[in-house]
């Protein structure tokens, strides 16, 4: 898998259906969210992140790493709106600690997935020292 590159002109629609199809089969936990959020992908993709949050913090980590080859795969193939939502309300919220240590977290993520982590906290990082020097 290649690491993903940002493309308006494509749409994630076709993966956006597969993301959807997939969500309750793996994760029906989430439906009553998922039936509120009617179909927002941003809050759908954070109810999305809290489940795995929740296999930190219960160091589930063979289920972890199941969730994250899933969320990778669509990461990888994503180019638009997937991609945002992805980065934005998976990626850029997610806390492992106090739960995981960060080679346990780096370790249940596959390579790509994990370098999407760290760029984007390395973004909301040099953000705060930008507001902070302002």
Not at 46 to 72: D, G, I, P, T, Y
Not at 108 to 120: C, D, F, R, S, T
Request: proline letters at 4%; a negative charge; one cysteine or more.
């Amino acid at each position: 898998m290649n690491y993903p590159e940002w493309d308006e002109s494509v749409s994630d629609r076709v993966l956006i259906s597969e993301f959807y199809d997939q969500l309750l089969k793996r994760y029906p936990e989430v439906r009553e969210d998922i039936e509120f959020n009617e179909g927002l992908l941003h809050l759908d993709m954070a109810s999305l992140q809290r489940v795995a949050e929740k296999l930190c913090k219960e160091r589930k980590l063979a289920e972890l790493e199941s969730c994250f080859l899933w969320v990778n795969s669509l990461f990888c193939r994503s180019r638009n709106e997937l991609l945002n939502a992805i980065n934005v309300s998976f990626l850029e919220c997610f806390l492992y600690t106090p739960y995981l240590s960060k080679q346990e977290f780096k370790n249940a993520m596959p390579p790509e997935l994990y370098q999407g982590y760290e760029e984007i906290m390395s973004y909301i990082e040099e953000l705060g020292k930008q507001s902070i020097s302002q």
